[in-house]
């Protein structure tokens, strides 16, 4: 079956950490860019970053960068986020997306997991 | 690179639905949309302003024009009710950066 399972949020302090985890199933997960995308409570999305399908380039969002790390297991088809210096307006849903092989399109999503950033 | 779009479209069931997307000389960008229906993740159902992915119905199709691109739902049944977002992937930046519009919640009535 062709998934994206995500696993790792949960409930965090301000300044705290959290390592994000996605697992890809049924398909060649070394071909494809990946992506983090979050939503917000409201709804909205956010690209927050993505990593080239051999892990070679990552690319972070503003509002992440220099807090935020992206990176790839291609041995285990498992695509990871790592968070440090988390803040409250970094509560949301954290899917996982593929890009499509072909141009930078998003054709599979996780259902994503919730981090809340909270006193 | 900002993208805008109605809140909210109510439509009858049988009927079309149109949802806009605006930006900045949007006909030089290449548009995306997801469907999310409720308690689900997003899928894609346009891609490169019309094209429809395999397994999207016909009655989905997308335009793009000038400042604005449409997605436009015809024969409206009640399982297209959900939220719609548009996407564009903006290379003016320094580095490629993927921008959402904030969504319009589609209402079968």
């Known amino acids: 079956q062709v998934q994206l399972v995500e696993s790792g949020g949960g409930v965090v302090q301000p300044g705290g950490s959290l390592r994000l985890s996605c697992a890809a199933s049924?398909?060649?997960?070394?071909?494809?860019?990946m992506h983090w995308v979050r939503q917000f409570s409201g709804k909205g999305l956010e690209w927050v970053a993505d990593?080239?399908?051999?892990?070679?380039?990552?690319f972070y969002a503003d509002s992440v960068k220099g807090r935020f790390t992206i990176s790839r297991d291609n041995s285990e088809n498992t695509l990871y986020l790592q968070m440090i210096g988390l803040k409250v307006e970094d509560t949301a849903v954290y899917h996982c997306?593929?890009?499509?092989?072909?141009?930078?399109?998003?054709?599979?999503w996780g259902q994503g997991t919730l981090v809340t950033v909270s006193s | 690179y900002v993208l805008t779009q109605p809140p909210s479209v109510s439509v009858a069931p049988g009927k079309t639905a149109s949802i806009t997307c605006g930006g900045k000389?949007?006909?030089?960008?290449?548009v995306h949309w997801y469907q999310q229906r409720p308690g689900q993740a997003p899928i894609l159902v346009i891609s490169?302003?019309?094209d429809r992915p395999s397994g999207i119905p016909e009655r989905f199709s997308g335009s793009n024009s000038g400042n604005t691109a449409t997605l436009t739902i015809s024969s409206v049944e009640a399982g297209d009710e959900a939220d719609y977002f548009c996407?564009?992937?903006?290379?003016?930046?320094?580095?490629?950066?993927?921008?959402f519009g904030a969504g319009t919640k589609v209402t079968v009535l």
């Open positions: 996407q564009v992937w903006d290379r003016s930046s320094e580095h490629p950066l993927f921008v």
């Open positions: 490169y302003d019309s």
């Open positions: 000389n949007l006909e030089h960008k290449s």
């Open positions: 990593i080239w399908h051999d892990g070679t380039k990552g």
């Open positions: 997306v593929r890009e499509r092989m072909t141009d930078p399109a998003f054709d599979l």
């Open positions: 049924g398909f060649a997960f070394r071909n494809h860019g």
